[in-house]
């Protein structure tokens, strides 16, 4: 969560000159905002929204796809993964306070150490799931996206 992966991705998908798809953004395209999801309907039924999102955007052919940070609960999710270059973005609980200042994040709602604790429960996920790793504490985004194509660019 908040670690940079829509910015960085939409830059490392456009110097790729391939398409790049955030799941978040196709869940509210077809289903409305996720804050009114959870309100409304739980986490429950968003984590299945959000399963058939990736579904659907890990059968494309190639593209950046961002997946939102809870995406690796599913066991399903992961499975497809593990057949995907997976890039972990990571951040700190102090970017993510700065970042998330003003936004409205459904599991953020108990306040900043509810990041923390998420982001320590899913970590090992994002660990066994990655090709590699990025921090995306402190440095620019362009130097970020810009080290990933080349890592992307020296695997093929």
Same mark, same amino acid.
């Given at each position: 969560?908040? !670690? ?25 395209? &077809? ?7 959870? &309100? !409304? ?5 968003? %984590? ?13 052919? %190639? ?18 993964? %593990? ?21 409205? %994040? ?49 695997? !093929?």
């Amino acid at each position: 969560m908040a !670690s940079g992966k829509s910015k960085i991705g939409r830059r490392v998908a456009r110097t790729l000159r391939i398409p790049f798809i955030d799941t978040d953004t196709d869940i509210v395209a &077809a289903h409305g905002p996720i804050t009114e999801i959870f &309100a !409304s309907a739980g986490e429950e039924h968003f %984590r299945t929204l959000e399963r058939a999102a990736v579904a659907a955007a890990l059968h494309r052919h %190639r593209a950046v796809i961002s997946l939102g940070g809870g995406a690796v609960l599913d066991p399903a999710t992961r499975a497809d993964l %593990r057949q995907a270059t997976v890039i972990s973005l990571s951040t700190t609980a102090e970017a993510v306070r700065n970042r998330t200042k003003n936004a409205k %994040r459904p599991l953020l709602a108990a306040g900043p150490d509810a990041w923390q604790r998420i982001y320590d429960e899913r970590r090992p996920l994002y660990e066994a799931l990655a090709s590699i790793h990025f921090d995306t504490s402190t440095r620019p985004v362009d130097a970020i996206a810009a080290d990933i194509v080349k890592w992307v660019r020296e695997q !093929s």
